[in-house]
């Protein structure tokens, strides 16, 4: 964690103060009415120990009150929750008994047809009024550094934006020194020395059945003693085995780029700009595509995660079979639930097999658990693809044409209500065609050569060309209830060819990511992409820093004329 993190993060007893904001509402003032919705009443409170028929909830009494140089007329619930923000404490009480009168300092909301009121004046509000203010708290985590490049940066009094300080501060070159540090500390040699005690035990403890029934595991064990033997550590050492195979497999893969160009005071616009500047030439030490990101770090570290994974999936077999081999040391409620789910072990026997073999791993396409795990069929896990690291570099992933250089796309974003299904989602389309408002307000439509913005038509005038021209006369960039944006293209059909049967596509417009399925003349052919619309000057951005700089001048006029 320290490495990860900060040197601080464990031996800190401090803890950071955090800046939140809140939003404290109210009535921004009350006007005699003689309407019969007027329930308000002017009134003096005490405090009320609890509620009864003559007090009122400090929810319906209202208080003149100066917040943030705003004058208007928050409730005493909204009052105390404010006082605990700003002082760690409330001065006011939960209930409180009213008399009227016409010189009290306090509106009450009264929902009554009580006669008596008909002597005083009743008030209804204007309208709701309220104020931002911002206040400090304790954060739940230990004390985190502040980098010196980061010490003149308001982010610093924000746990979240000062963590992602710490991070980029210790791991500027990538995680894989992080987690290589993490590894080593989880899985030492006394980790080691450890499993091999767990696979030498040959007896067992007795757990007496009042120590089941004091923590309440009768429902899951029963009521007679239990002994833990081997079979329980070892289940305690396939779970570890677990964690550690899934960071052996992402220590395979190569997670360093250079990050250094991100320190800098996040809120100092000069900063930025020079940042934003010196990228405006492309440089390959932070482009993820060429600084081998994502890329094959380490096939020891790939074939050993397969190994404890199967390994992992072995000892769970041998718990399992150690258990029925010796029911009388188990509660016969455990061993007959075992019997029952036999044909998981089949499955995890399949699941090691294929593991070892780089085989499929064939899931039950039925209702429930089959009476036999599948042998064949088209619902499976590749394990042979997904122990390949060649399978998840990012080329595999960010649509690229022959040089290596994302595909940049012009497409028409917008949000469609389902009047069918009462649902709201999100689609996303490749756009041959570009139209804006220019600075008279007036409908501009035009025709591109193609979606992609290196695209070039019959005169030489490439895509991106046209939609700076369109950008330079439009009154804004994007167009918050749907237009025309640039986006990246992203690629599944990896994940696909992996999880293969596996409605992948459902699961991701659930997720709300819109998943279009390739052509039949594609190369990938029934399998799914999807436009991630990432802005116009972000994708402006991108374009320009892999075509080395080819739109700079249009891009820094376009950011001092917008």
């Not at 009264?110 to 931002?132: F, K, P, R, T």
């Not at 718990?319 to 995890?348: F, S």
């Not at 009462?422 to 008279?440: G, L, P, Q, R, W």
């Amino acid at each position: 964690m320290n490495a990860l993190f900060s040197p601080d993060w464990l031996e800190a007893t401090e803890y950071i103060k955090h800046e939140d904001e809140d939003y404290i509402y109210g009535y921004k003032d009350f006007t005699t009415s003689t309407s019969s919705y007027a329930r308000y009443y002017k009134a003096n409170i005490a405090p009320a120990a609890e509620d009864s028929s003559n007090t009122v909830s400090c929810w319906y009494v209202y208080k003149k009150a100066t917040i943030e140089g705003k004058t208007f007329y928050p409730s005493l619930d909204a009052l105390a929750r404010y006082e605990e923000d700003i002082n760690g404490s409330s001065s006011y009480s939960r209930y409180y008994t009213y008399t009227l009168d016409e010189n009290g300092e306090y509106y009450v909301y009264i929902y009554s047809s009580d006669e008596s009121l008909a002597s005083h004046q009743a008030y209804d509000y204007e309208e709701y009024d309220g104020v931002d203010y911002i206040y400090y708290k304790k954060a739940m985590f230990s004390t985190l550094s502040v980098p010196d490049w980061f010490k003149n940066s308001p982010f610093k009094n924000y746990f979240g934006e000062l963590l992602l300080a710490n991070i980029l501060n210790g791991n500027s070159n990538g995680l894989n020194n992080a987690l290589d540090d993490l590894y080593n500390v989880l899985f030492s040699s006394e980790y080691e020395d450890a499993c091999k005690k767990i696979d030498a035990v040959t007896g067992s403890v007795k757990i007496p059945s009042r120590v089941i029934d004091d923590f309440g595991l009768t429902e899951i064990v029963g009521t007679s003693d239990v002994k833990l033997g081997k079979a329980e550590l070892a289940l305690i050492k396939t779970s570890f085995n677990i964690l550690k195979a899934t960071i052996e497999y992402a220590q395979s893969y190569n997670l360093n780029s250079d990050l250094s160009f991100l320190k800098f005071n996040w809120a100092d616009k000069d900063e930025a700009m020079k940042v934003f500047e010196k990228y405006l030439q492309y440089d390959a030490s932070i482009d993820p595509l060429k600084n081998g990101f994502m890329s094959q770090r380490s096939p020891e570290k790939m074939a050993a995660s397969k190994e404890h994974f199967a390994s992992a999936v072995s000892d769970l077999i041998a718990a399992y079979d150690d258990i029925l081999k010796n029911t009388t040391d188990y509660p016969t409620a455990l061993t007959e639930v075992l019997k029952e789910y036999k044909v998981l072990r089949e499955g995890a026997v399949q699941l090691q097999t294929a593991i070892t073999n780089g085989g499929k791993f064939y899931i039950p396409e039925t209702d429930g658990l089959p009476d036999s795990w599948p042998a064949s069929g088209s619902l499976y896990i590749d394990l042979g693809k997904l122990f390949d690291a060649s399978n998840f570099e990012l080329k595999n992933f960010i649509s690229c044409d022959k040089n290596n250089i994302p595909r940049i796309r012009n497409v028409y974003s917008k949000y469609i209500y389902n009047s069918n299904t009462d649902e709201e989602y999100f689609t996303v389309s490749e756009a041959k065609k570009y139209v804006y408002y220019d600075n008279n307000g007036e409908e501009v439509e035009i025709s591109l050569p193609d979606s992609q913005l290196s695209a070039v038509d019959s005169t030489g005038k490439k895509t991106v060309d046209y939609l700076i021209d369109a950008y330079k006369n439009a009154r804004f960039f994007d167009d918050d209830d749907g237009g025309y944006t640039l986006a990246l293209k992203i690629e599944w059909h990896n994940l696909e060819k992996i999880f293969a049967g596996f409605d992948f596509a459902s699961f991701m417009n659930d997720c709300g990511i819109e998943m279009m399925e390739h052509s039949a003349s594609s190369s990938n052919a029934g399998y799914h992409f999807t436009h991630v619309p990432i802005g116009v000057l972000p994708g402006l951005y991108v374009y320009n820093f892999y075509h080395n700089g080819e739109i700079a001048d249009d891009i820094k006029a376009l950011i001092a004329s917008k």
